[in-house]
């Protein structure tokens, strides 16, 4: 079995999350929306947040899968508060091709916020598929399949403190697989 390899420690990632709670402090000292995608927004956002100097307003939003022949993504939880006027951030956990954050940031801009922009704790530009414009980046990678850190392989591993990449076709025979080997470092 391949072992998971480690692309970045407890520490790189807490440096990177406080590097980007001051930059969005400094930005929004007036307020400001902070919108993360269910499920693995999460840690990133926790984090995010308490590592602010400002007091956002926290919401969540959850999208469907895609289904065989659908065009798109659905919204399967809306937000709980109204963004018109507002300065709004959407937090990502990854940007991967780009299609449904695309797809997201126009069914936002159609609430009407004051300001729209994207921070996203992971960047794959490498696998970008449509152009989108992500304005805060946590960390750069190029591996196509990553875990750790609130991105999951069938509900494990989101919960690590560090990214490793790891082997899509180990993960599809056993989604256990790595657990020993990210659980016990």
Same mark, same amino acid.
């Given at each position: 079995?391949?072992?998971?390899?480690?692309? #970045? +420690?407890?520490?790189?990632?807490?440096?990177?999350?406080?590097?980007?709670?001051?930059?969005? /402090?400094?930005? &929004?000292?007036? $307020?400001? @929306?902070?919108?993360?995608?269910?499920? $693995?927004?999460?840690? #990133?956002?926790?984090?995010?947040?308490? =590592?602010?100097?400002?007091?956002?307003?926290?919401? #969540?939003? +959850?999208? /469907? +899968?895609?289904?065989?022949?659908?065009?798109?993504?659905?919204?399967?939880?809306?937000?709980?508060?109204?963004? =018109?006027?507002?300065?709004? @951030?959407?937090?990502?956990?990854?940007?991967?091709?780009?299609? /449904? !954050?695309? %797809? !997201?940031?126009?069914? !936002?801009?159609?609430?009407?916020?004051? /300001?729209?922009?994207?921070?996203? #704790?992971?960047?794959?530009?490498?696998?970008?598929?449509?152009? @989108?414009?992500?304005? %805060?980046? $946590?960390?750069?990678?190029?591996?196509? &399949?990553?875990?750790? &850190?609130?991105?999951?392989?069938?509900?494990?591993?989101?919960? !690590?403190?560090?990214? =490793?990449?790891?082997?899509?076709?180990?993960?599809?025979?056993?989604?256990?697989?790595? @657990?020993?080997?990210? &659980?016990?470092?």
């Amino acid at each position: 079995m391949t072992e998971p390899r480690l692309l #970045f +420690s407890k520490e790189e990632i807490q440096a990177a999350v406080r590097r980007l709670a001051g930059e969005l /402090s400094a930005t &929004y000292d007036d $307020g400001v @929306v902070l919108i993360a995608v269910l499920k $693995g927004g999460v840690i #990133f956002l926790a984090d995010l947040v308490r =590592a602010m100097t400002v007091h956002p307003l926290v919401d #969540f939003l +959850s999208l /469907s +899968s895609y289904d065989e022949g659908a065009p798109r993504v659905k919204i399967a939880k809306d937000l709980d508060h109204d963004i =018109a006027g507002r300065d709004v @951030v959407l937090v990502e956990d990854v940007v991967d091709t780009g299609l /449904s !954050l695309t %797809w !997201l940031l126009e069914e !936002l801009r159609r609430r009407t916020p004051r /300001s729209l922009e994207v921070c996203a #704790f992971l960047d794959k530009p490498a696998r970008r598929i449509v152009p @989108v414009e992500v304005r %805060w980046v $946590g960390l750069t990678v190029d591996e196509p &399949y990553v875990c750790g &850190y609130g991105l999951d392989v069938a509900e494990r591993y989101r919960n !690590l403190d560090v990214v =490793a990449a790891a082997d899509t076709m180990v993960l599809a025979e056993d989604p256990d697989a790595y @657990v020993e080997a990210l &659980y016990r470092r």
